[in-house]
């Protein structure tokens, strides 16, 4: 009997200890402020690597977003799916949102959480110069319910789209967030609506209509609400422990905000437009070496922002070819046929060139960046007309209006004066009609053969002639 107490007191000791070290820890916390974006994906996945690396019981990814890229968003649902750590997207601090592409990173968590006074939804994928959720022409007023009015979420036509192609991806956009409500049993309906109406929830309505799991003040609050709560994860499902961890901050570093920097459009296409340049001059003047490294890593980079952001290649096709032509003006005048040609290009590309409003280029940067390439433009048609109107300065004429120095005093010849003069450091014959005297200056007038014909430069002082 005493043996067998002792066994009981210390598989009861076990028990305990394995309670507690399964309920202590490190939840590891990321944090989204901004664009969903490249740079953003990849400090996420980065993060739940980690995550599973250290065996982290928990990541909160505290988020605060107006949307983004739908690539990068899809991409970052993925790694949390596939995450072997239970993911809590937790929509904070008070005041943020979770719009567009964040309502689907929200859905698509293990745990939906939002603070108070935040919102989401807005979530219709928008198209290359559309906007988001603008509604169809066919319904009329009467049929448009409030956006809160959830009793009459059934009876509202959906919205369908325009064009076939924004039909195709808007009803991709439908079904794959209705399978991410229906993995983690959320409320799948509100979620079309999302897509389709563009419509909004607060927290305290998202938490009645089953779309979030918890609304908390702060993440110890949050923490202390998810204890205990069964998740789906890959791998089935999991029993959360949260009473007892311990918060650790993973903040964005160094190479987040680079590729933040490198990803943002208006500075991929600045490098664009430099290593374009760039290349251009090294080639025009060979050995300058500064032009071409510059431009050559400008472009480099150009490059790598352009391929994980959504970019119209017709677009980048358009810049380059009328860069192209700008440049071309300058060696190859058309009188500005090709350099306007280009220009016109170039602003039309420019606009075109993103996909989507969250990665568009500002206008002014484009138009400054145009009113460049015109100002290049300008100055290359009026160096063409300006060297049409100078007289031919090759060979023989090249020499007229050269000054020179008279080597010897010319002697008289019959009615002219003959001796010989420096020239470009050529020794050469000369005539003059006035006499010349050993160092004087002349300037050239004409050349006949290998004689030239001069005249002094200050005819003011001529010195007495001797016979």
């Known amino acids: 009997m005493l043996g067998l107490g002792v066994l009981l007191v210390l598989a009861g000791y076990v028990q305990a200890q394995s309670s507690g070290s399964a309920s ?42 107006p949307g983004g890229l739908m690539s990068s968003m899809r991409s970052i649902i993925k790694a949390i799916l596939a995450s072997p750590v239970p993911v809590v997207t937790y929509v904070s601090p008070s005041g943020a949102r979770a719009a567009s592409a964040g309502t689907y990173i929200l859905y698509g968590s293990h745990i939906a959480a939002m603070a108070p006074a935040t919102h989401l939804g807005s979530a219709t994928p928008v ?58 049993g959320r409320n799948a309906d509100w979620a079309e609506r999302a897509v389709r109406e563009a419509v909004n929830l607060n927290a305290n309505d998202a938490l009645k209509q089953n779309v979030v799991d918890v609304v908390a003040r702060d993440i110890p609050d949050l923490l202390r609400q998810i204890d205990g709560r069964i998740v789906v994860m890959a791998d089935g499902e999991r029993v959360l422990q949260t009473a007892n961890l311990t918060v650790k901050r993973a903040d964005p570093g160094w190479r987040t905000d680079l590729l933040s920097v490198l990803t943002d459009p208006n500075v991929a296409y600045f490098l664009m437009i430099i290593g374009f340049y760039g290349l251009i001059f090294e080639l025009a003047n060979p050995g300058s070496l500064f032009p071409g490294v510059i431009g050559a890593i400008c472009l480099v980079l150009a490059l790598f922002a352009f391929q994980v952001l959504s970019v ?78 100078r007289r031919v300065v090759s060979g023989k004429e090249q020499m007229q209006g050269e000054s020179g120095i ?34 004087q200056t002349v300037r050239v007038e004409a050349i006949d053969g290998l004689t030239a014909r001069v005249s002094r430069q200050d005819d003011t002082a001529d010195a007495p002639t001797t016979h």
């Not at 007023?141 to 979420?153: E, G, L, V």
């Not at 989507?356 to 433009?377: E, K, N, R, Y």
């Open 24 to 65: 202590s820890g490190n939840a590891r916390l990321l944090t989204v402020n901004g664009a969903i974006s490249p740079a953003t994906m990849d400090y996420l996945m980065r993060g739940l690597e980690q995550a599973a690396d250290d065996q982290d019981p928990l990541v909160i990814i505290a988020m605060d977003t």
């Open 127 to 184: 198209q290359m110069g559309g906007l988001p959720g603008q509604p169809e022409e066919s319904p009329a007023p009467d049929k448009q319910p409030p956006a809160d009015d959830s009793n009459n979420a059934s009876k509202e036509e959906p919205h369908q789209g325009g064009s076939a192609m924004e039909r195709k991806v808007l009803e991709d956009a439908v079904a794959y967030i209705r399978g991410l409500a229906d993995r983690h």
């Open 312 to 389: 119209n290649y017709a677009g980048l096709a358009l810049i380059l070819l009328g860069l192209a032509f700008i440049v071309a003006e300058a060696f190859m005048p058309s009188f500005g046929v090709m350099g306007l040609g280009g220009l016109a290009a170039f602003v039309v590309g420019s606009v075109i060139l993103m996909d989507g409003t969250h990665q568009a280029i500002s206008l002014p940067i484009i138009g400054g960046t145009a009113a460049v390439a015109g100002g290049f433009l300008l100055w290359a048609v009026t160096r063409f007309v300006g060297l049409r109107k």
């Open 406 to 439: 008279a080597l010897d005093t010319f002697v008289i010849d019959d009615d002219h004066y003959k001796g010989h003069v420096r020239l470009n450091g050529e020794r050469w014959n000369a005539t003059s009609t006035a006499a010349v005297h050993e160092g």
